[in-house]
């Protein structure tokens, strides 16, 4: 297992020696390289089993940051960023040469962001490099919101874990960047749309589900638990799969059933509060993955603010893998 611990000099010794620390952000936990290297970009890919065509985002320090990586900044994407970071949006910028191939994918821009966590930003502004950083999880898996999610599957992968405790947002950042004077999301996420739309007007969503994406975020089959994860309606799945005999787990939003038993069921939030059920929601799929449960059933929330983001994960986790 990776030591664990809140030191960030010793987080910052590995990774200027070339290897991977994981770190928290608000989001979910992130497994970090030197972004400039490319072997500890290589070395992400390979501890993630993530293949090379997903791109990666840079964590940097600060908006001043950005400006050695990209060719502009259009001014709409700007002005998210400066109301916005630190915090829970990835901007897509027009990339220029000092961003290794690997880290783009090849692609033409690249994906930043200043991450809204204290550890983390004190990390980043004592490195003299950006941090390649993925999600903490091997590829498709839901992604770690705690320090103990990523010692217990990248743990024997990397010497260190910078310990944050549990993040407050619990979902991944929401992805924009234009498409002519359009801005485009990309993966909904830990920011509201219409914090964004109140900014830059009207923005088109791209975050649908698909086998061919263009941002794997996108892909059907993603975020997903082991276990069989069925999404409906828990008032008439619950009592027909018990009927049937099954050995079911349940996510709920607000509901608690009493029929089932405490390690049956994950509640999401009590009060209906969908910042709550989004801080809580991947904890509460891998408690439910780990758990003596067959299956999973969960339900949709209410489809506005972060319920659309809450949502789109709970769809991703129930698409069958299409590999
Ligand atoms: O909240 C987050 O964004 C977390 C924390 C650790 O910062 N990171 C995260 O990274 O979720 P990852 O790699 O699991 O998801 C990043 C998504 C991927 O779906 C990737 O395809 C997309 O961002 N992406 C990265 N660079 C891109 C690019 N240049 N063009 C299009 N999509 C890109
Ligand atoms: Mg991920």
């Known amino acids: 297992m990776a030591e664990v611990g809140t030191d960030i000099q010793k987080a910052s010794t590995y990774l200027?020696?070339?290897?991977?620390?994981a770190i928290p952000t608000e989001t979910v936990y992130g497994l970090a390289g030197n972004a400039l290297d490319v072997k500890a970009v290589s070395a992400i890919f390979e501890t993630k089993n993530r293949p090379s065509f997903d791109p990666l985002i840079l964590h940097v320090a600060s908006l001043e940051q950005v400006k050695p990586f990209v060719?502009?900044?259009?001014?709409?994407?700007?002005?998210l960023a400066e109301a916005f970071w630190p915090g829970p949006l990835t901007v897509l910028l027009p990339r220029n040469a000092s961003v290794p191939d690997l880290v783009t994918s090849g692609l033409d821009r690249v994906a930043v962001r200043v991450p809204n966590h204290p550890l983390t930003l004190s990390l980043l502004a004592q490195l003299d490099f950006p941090l390649a950083a993925p999600s903490a999880n091997p590829f498709g898996y839901i992604s770690p919101t705690q320090a103990g999610h990523v010692d217990a599957q990248l743990g024997t992968q990397i010497p260190y874990i910078l310990d944050g405790g549990a993040c407050a947002v619990g979902l991944e950042s929401t992805i924009v960047g234009m498409e002519g004077e359009q801005v485009v999301i990309y993966r909904l996420g830990g920011l509201e749309l219409s914090k964004i739309e109140s900014l830059v007007g009207p923005v088109t969503v791209q975050a649908h589900s698909s086998s061919n994406p263009s941002a794997p975020g996108q892909l059907a089959s993603h975020y997903a638990p082991r276990k069989p994860f069925l999404v409906g309606e828990l008032n008439e799945l619950v009592p027909k799969l018990t009927q049937e005999g099954k050995a079911f787990g349940v996510l709920s939003f607000s509901t608690h059933f009493p029929t089932l038993t405490s390690d049956r069921q994950f509640v999401l939030s009590p009060s209906q509060d969908l910042q709550e059920a989004a801080q809580r929601l991947f904890m509460g799929m891998r408690l439910l993955d780990e758990s003596e449960a067959?299956?999973?059933?969960?339900?949709?929330?209410?489809?506005?603010?972060?319920?659309?983001?809450?949502?789109?994960?709970?769809?991703?986790?129930?698409?069958q893998p299409t590999h």
Not at 16 to 21: A, D, F, I, K
Not at 71 to 79: A, C, W
Request: aromatic share 4%; proline share 5%; no cysteine.
């Open 294 to 319: 067959d299956l999973i059933l969960a339900e949709f929330v209410p489809e506005i603010g972060l319920g659309r983001a809450i949502n789109d994960r709970l769809k991703r986790a129930a698409a």
């Open 71 to 79: 060719s502009s900044f259009p001014e709409k994407l700007k002005r």
């Open 16 to 21: 200027n020696q070339g290897q991977l620390v």
